[in-house]
């Protein structure tokens, strides 16, 4: 069970117990024998990471009392203690250490997150599809943490490197993202006055996918997410309404 989290968020053990609990409750449900899960933290803040490693020690328990209870370790990889050598000597696959890489500087200015992102993009080997793919899932993840950059200026912030072969693909992309962001803002005019895009919309997707997973409960998603319990409880009625 992957997490990614940029702050050292202080209920990180128990959310993540909390989904573990909720996946074995599917397994049970479909009458299926439940596998192990092991919760695995990416850290990417700017500040070291302070908390301990088990639940017990994050509960503040004494050994008699944590002896009784549900426990565990999670695993905790900070990529802040990389530098990029390590990154490509720890990570085989490119299209992961450009993920990885993007997580890592995410809080950089815009300008040096881009040229991160280029320089690993460029060692994907020439299949568009993964190319594509991984290009998708970045810029998607930078647009929800930097939503007031459009894709035009993220392509203006790429030419430096888009006269590379490898990066054509990047530039068209970006360049359909931004006429595509054009076709949206013109559908837009006229809606509800005060409607957040980029981030919420972004969040409302995702929590549309977990509810539609029939898994987890509007309180742990609310939970999860950090979001207001009455905005999921909404998007699931809507969702029953829609059925």
Not at 77 to 83: A, K, P, T, V
Not at 165 to 190: I, N
Request: proline content about 7%; charged content about 30%.
């Amino acid at each position: 069970l992957f997490e990614h989290k940029s702050s050292s968020a202080r209920h990180i053990h128990l959310k993540l117990a909390c989904l573990v609990t909720a996946l074995w409750a599917r397994f049970l449900r479909e009458e299926k024998t439940p596998p192990p899960i092991v919760p695995i933290l990416f850290y990417h803040g700017e500040r070291p990471w302070t908390l301990p490693p088990r639940l017990s020690d994050v509960l503040g328990l004494r050994p008699e009392l944590a002896s009784g209870m549900p426990d565990y370790e999670l695993l905790l990889i900070d990529l802040s203690r990389f530098d990029h050598r390590e990154l490509r000597r720890r990570v085989s696959a490119p299209e992961v250490r450009a993920q990885l890489a993007t997580m890592k500087h995410i809080h950089d200015p815009l300008p040096t997150l881009l040229g991160v992102v280029g320089e690993f993009l460029k060692e994907i080997p020439n299949d568009r599809g993964i190319l594509l793919h991984t290009i998708i899932t970045i810029f998607d993840y930078i647009s929800h943490v930097h939503p007031e950059v459009a894709p035009p200026k993220m392509l203006s912030l790429l030419t430096t490197v888009s006269q590379e072969e490898k990066m054509t693909t990047v530039v068209d992309y970006l360049r359909e993202q931004g006429k595509e962001q054009g076709r949206q803002e013109g559908r837009q005019e006229g809606r509800q006055e005060g409607r957040q895009e980029g981030w919420q919309e972004g969040r409302q997707e995702d929590i549309e996918k977990l509810l539609s997973k029939g898994v987890l409960s509007p309180e742990v998603i609310a939970s999860t997410l950090e979001v207001d319990l009455a905005w999921v409880e909404e998007i699931s009625r809507q969702l029953r309404e829609h059925k």
